[in-house]
T-cell receptor
Framework: RKEVEQDPGPFNVPEGATVAFNCTYS??????FFWYRQDCRKEPKLLMS???SGNEDGRFTAQLNRASQYISLLIRDSKLSDSATYLC?????????FGAGTTVTVRA | DAEITQSPRHKITETGRQVTLACHQT?????MFWYRQDLGHGLRLIHY???????NKGEVSDGYSVSRSNTEDLPLTLESAASSQTSVYFC???????????FGPGTRLTVL
């Protein structure tokens, strides 16, 4: 079983739509959680950390459910520039474990 | 501006050759990491270093080695390249282990 699993998508949504997706992780002792964004053929970049109480950053909302061991990301009012692959990342001690990514395509 | 760079950006080599991928960061970060990214997989950790002269194996370290002689550089060496090592390689660094990792632009390696 992979340590971090994501629905690969793709999620194809029109501009202005809301899109949400989850990832699950296997280690209940994982300490920190993140969403990274990766544009085609480029390096991953931190989008946001995920806190236990849930957190927002503009149009992006992240939630953590420790009991069920999943993390979610919701994007409101999607923009064309949100088209990317979103990587779910879990930290155990020093080690980051990456999901394979969820691809989102926003169309005009 | 501080940054992290990788070279070469693209490399084609033959099976059995030794290949070294360079990673250089100017943030003075102690922690540096090498990952590979393949379709259908998340980034997988190859080797990592917590500081000068410190190196550690990650989950997919077979066939790879690293050395850390200064803070800025962590070169990754493929001792005898294999076709299974065709991949995109990312270097990353962080100031603390629980901090964000900053990634280099990646090296696309093809082993024929």
């Amino acid at each position: 079983r992979k340590e971090v699993e994501q629905d690969p998508g793709p999620f194809n949504v029109p501009e202005g739509a809301t899109v949400a997706f989850n990832c699950t992780y296997s280690n209940s002792a994982s300490q920190s959680f993140f969403w990274y964004r990766q544009d085609c053929r480029k390096e991953p970049k931190l989008l946001m950390s995920v806190y236990s109480s849930g957190n927002e950053d503009g149009r992006f909302t992240a939630q953590l459910n420790r009991a069920s061991q999943y993390i979610s990301l919701l994007i409101r009012d999607s923009k064309l520039s949100d088209s990317a692959t979103y990587l779910c990342v879990v930290r155990d001690d020093y080690k980051l474990s990456f999901g394979a990514g969820t691809t989102v395509t926003v169309r005009a | 501006d501080a940054e992290i760079t990788q070279s070469p950006r693209h490399k084609i080599t033959e099976t059995g050759r030794q290949v070294t991928l360079a990673c250089h960061q100017t943030w003075n970060h102690n922690n540096m990491f090498w990952y590979r990214q393949d379709l259908g997989h998340g980034l997988r950790l190859i080797h990592y270093s917590y500081g000068v002269h410190d190196t550690n194996k990650g989950e997919v370290s077979d066939g790879y080695s690293v050395s850390r002689s200064n803070t800025e550089d962590l070169p990754l060496t493929l001792e005898s390249a294999a076709s299974s090592q065709t991949s995109v390689y990312f270097c990353a660094s962080s100031s603390r282990l629980d901090n964000e990792q900053f990634f280099g632009p990646g090296t696309r390696l093809t082993v024929l």
